[in-house]
């Protein structure tokens, strides 16, 4: 059974950096790409950013590139998102999602 | 980049009713459209891909239809479970990417 597990998410200042986990297992994470995705609270969903099965091949869209980054470990069956310079507006839950298969979300709320 | 339009935006209807939801990607996406229904604090959960496609596991009352910039969900006969907001989703290659529609709450009347 596909397993996608996120953590790190919690209470950040504006400015502020936080970075999230998301631990991968019942398949083989290094054969797979995997993505980011947010929904602020009552809003729909948004993309966020894009990694390959290497991690050769990375994609963020404009909302927050330069910002945020995106990383894997294959060997720990791990993907990252590394959220820099955080702002009110990246308040949400964020999910890592293999093609159809998304973790239960981890809350970032960047609030003073 | 594409965007996805998605109407209506909420409906609502009687359980055994037939519901219909359309999206409309900005160019030609192919078939490379997913259906997602998400109820209050859960994780999106996919039931149609490839637009037509039902993933395993999921009622055939919910189907998928469409190719190239216009795509339908239905569902045939509403059930009270079945209270969420569906998502469309677009998938392109080039670069890699998601783009969502805005979504379609569904209440029971």
């Known amino acids: 059974e596909v397993q996608l597990v996120e953590s790190g998410g919690g209470l950040v200042q504006p400015g502020g950096s936080l970075r999230l986990s998301c631990a991968a297992s019942?398949?083989?994470?290094?054969?797979?790409?995997m993505n980011w995705v947010r929904q602020a609270p009552g809003k729909g969903l948004e993309w966020v950013s894009y990694?390959?099965?290497?991690?050769?091949?990375?994609y963020y869209a404009d909302s927050v590139k330069g910002r945020f980054t995106i990383s894997r470990d294959n060997a720990k069956n791990s993907l990252y998102l590394q959220m820099n310079s955080l702002r009110a507006e990246d308040t949400a839950v964020y999910y890592c999602?293999?093609?159809?298969?998304w973790g239960q979300g981890t809350l970032v709320t960047v609030s003073s | 980049d594409i965007q996805m339009t998605q109407s209506p935006s909420s409906l609502s209807a009687s359980v055994g009713d037939r519901v219909t939801i359309t999206c409309q990607a900005s160019?030609?996406?192919?078939?490379?459209l997913n259906w997602y229904q998400q109820k209050p604090g859960k994780a999106p959960k996919l039931l149609i891909y490839?637009?037509?496609n039902l993933e395993t596991g999921v009622p055939s009352r919910f189907s998928g239809s469409g190719s190239g910039t216009d795509f339908t969900f239905t569902i045939s006969s509403l059930q009270p479970e079945d209270i969420a907001t569906y998502y469309c989703?677009?998938?392109?290659?080039?670069?890699?990417?998601?783009?969502f529609g805005g979504g379609t709450k569904v209440e029971i009347k």
């Open positions: 019942g398949f083989t994470f290094s054969s797979y790409e």
């Open positions: 999602a293999r093609e159809g298969d």
């Open positions: 490839d637009a037509s």
């Open positions: 160019q030609d996406i192919s078939n490379y």
């Open positions: 989703q677009q998938y392109d290659n080039l670069p890699p990417s998601l783009t």
């Open positions: 990694i390959s099965s290497s991690g050769s091949t990375i």
